[in-house]
Structure formats: C-alpha cells, structure tokens
Nanobody
Framework: QVQPVESGGGLVQAGGSLRLSCAAS????????MAWFRQAPGKEREFVAA??????????DYTDSVKGRFTISRDNAKNTVYLQMNSLKPEDTAVYFC?????????????????????WGQGTQVTVSS
C-alpha cells in the first residue's frame, strides 16, 4: 500500500509560486495514478491535476482553472510527485491533498473523482494573500 505524505504548503502573495511534494513509500509507485485535489472551507474537494504514468510517457490532466499555471510531474526513482504552482491567486487558497490509486484513469475509471482514489495524504495548507 502507498501512503502519501504531502509537504511544501505555506503562505504566499498573489502572483507568487509554491511547489508541493508528495512522497509515497511504495516500491510499485510507478503503477499508481497520482493526483492532487484541493478543498477550500465550505466547499467540496475538487480535482486539480493528475499524472498517470505509462511506459510511453503517461498522461497529465488539469482542471481548467489551473491550466497554464500549475504543472504536475513525478519522479518514479524518488517515489515522489510534485505540483509546481505559479501565478497563484487568492482563489487557489485551500488544503491540497495528494491521492493515489492504481485504477484511476484506467479502464473507464475517472481520473477526476475523489471516489476513484483509495489512498490519501493528510493535506497541506496553501494560502494566497491578495
């Protein structure tokens, strides 16, 4: 089983950048779809980005509101996935969660739904001030 552990959150001014990291202790890490979700106070958890690795390179997906600003990447040798967040906006303020599942994004299983992921980190707070 993979147990994601997030790090890298914090307080940043609008227009700034942060890089989140998610480390997972699992020797078959490369077989997992890794995703980032976020949850703002009083709102539902929403999809941010996902990376599904394949031998041909894999795929990445983003929610429309972060396209062009956020980049998800992974280093299978380090069992780590990253979320580089640039041009941050106050509306990006949320707790960011890392999620993992071998089935998400494959065989018709949604990449975008929280219910597709079995393993979750504890979350890291990102606060963007205006």
């Amino acid at each position: 089983q993979v147990q994601p552990v997030e790090s890298g959150g914090g307080l940043v001014q609008a227009g700034g950048s942060l890089r989140l990291s998610c480390a997972a202790s699992e020797r078959t890490f490369s077989s997992y779809t890794m995703a980032w979700f976020r949850q703002a106070p009083g709102k539902e958890r929403e999809f941010v980005a996902a990376n599904t690795w394949t031998w041909s390179g894999g795929t990445t997906d983003y929610t429309d509101s972060v396209k062009g600003r956020f980049t998800i990447s992974r280093d299978n040798a380090k069992n780590t996935v990253y979320l580089q967040m640039n041009s941050l906006k106050p509306e990006d303020t949320a707790v960011y969660f890392c999620a993992a599942d071998t089935r998400a994004g494959r065989n018709g299983r949604s990449t975008y739904s929280p219910s597709s992921y079995t393993y979750w980190g504890q979350g890291t707070q990102v606060t963007v001030s205006s």
